[in-house]
């Protein structure tokens, strides 16, 4: 028993040993990069971006638009930045909100005034995405890109049957016969229906209109081609809905021609706030995040460098 107590006590005393040595080595490990990320901020070079020089500011457009908030946001926060010359909008949207579309196309239109944006499309942009687009100065589009699609659709589902089958009735009480509008427990009258559509046709004008004025054709043209159909950006090329075909990289070239940035030019992302840049943080691995990581909690600064 006494053999087996010694034993015990010696591998305990091992795995102290070692977890003190774990330990120290993860503190130094820390400790290097604390260092390294403080000579870095006393040189004034940030850990992952580059020295300081004139720039494309990079805005992803991308998913269904439901806001415009965040684009303009960061439209403005390019507007306000220097080093900003030219600004290009990387597109992957089916559509979406037909007033939040229009403000992303008026803001791209009036920031364009005052440094050059670029739109590039990627897999899709179409209806309300490439309503947007439209605002800027140059259209760039892969060939297969999916783009068009002028149009406005408004879909009214009707359960009355439903209810009828489940013994469910509604009664509606109104200020104004038209105050249901809509109503998806009946169906729409002729009044109805006529209201419904003029709105529809004035929006569907509207959208003609602005792409007409943001690409620089006759209304009458973009109004035969704006019966909700689809282009690939081959397509879209050759009735000049879009500029050039190319990638990303194209729309960086054409936005630094624009900019006049000589050289390579430095790709500016917006600014994050800590919560968010820690939480990307996490998600990354290696050197990089660490440095990425004590620059956020060294600097006063409430952004992180991309």
Not at 237 to 266: M, R
Request: overall charge positive; hydrophobic content about 45%.
């Amino acid at each position: 028993m006494e053999q087996s107590s010694d034993k015990g006590g010696r591998t305990r005393a091992l795995l102290i040993v070692l977890a003190t040595i774990g330990g120290l080595a993860l503190l130094s490990f820390f400790a290097v990069f604390v260092l390294i990320a403080t000579l870095l901020l006393k040189t004034g070079v940030a850990p992952t971006s580059l020295s300081p020089k004139d720039g494309v500011g990079i805005i992803d457009l991308e998913g269904v638009i439901a806001s415009s908030d965040t684009i303009l946001k960061n439209l403005r926060q390019f507007r306000e930045n220097d080093r900003v010359k030219a600004i290009v909008v990387r597109i992957d949207s089916p559509g979406g909100a037909v007033g939040a579309s229009q403000e992303i196309y008026q803001e791209l239109k009036k920031i364009d005034k005052e440094k050059p944006v670029v739109a590039s499309l990627i897999n899709t942009a179409a209806s309300g995405a490439f309503y947007a687009a439209c605002g800027s100065r140059w259209i760039v589009s892969n060939p297969g890109t999916v783009t068009g699609s002028i149009g406005v659709i408004m879909k009214l589902p009707n359960i009355a049957g439903l209810l009828e089958k489940l013994g469910i009735k509604t009664t509606v009480i109104k200020s104004g016969k038209l105050k249901d509008l809509a109503s998806i427990t009946r169906e729409l009258t002729p009044e109805e229906r006529q209201i419904i559509q003029g709105v529809m046709d004035d929006i569907h004008r509207q959208f003609i209109e602005d792409v007409a004025k943001g690409r620089h054709l006759s209304v009458e043209k973009v109004a035969k081609l704006a019966d909700g159909r689809i282009f690939s950006g081959r397509q879209a090329l050759a009735i000049h809905f879009v500029d050039e075909l190319g990638n990303f990289s194209t729309a960086i070239k054409k936005a630094s021609e624009f900019g006049k940035i000589k050289g390579s030019p430095q790709l500016i992302y917006p600014e994050k706030d800590k919560i968010t840049a820690i939480k990307e943080i996490l998600e990354e691995s290696g050197a990089e995040s660490v440095l990425r990581f004590f620059y956020l909690l060294l600097t006063n600064s409430s952004a992180i460098p991309n």
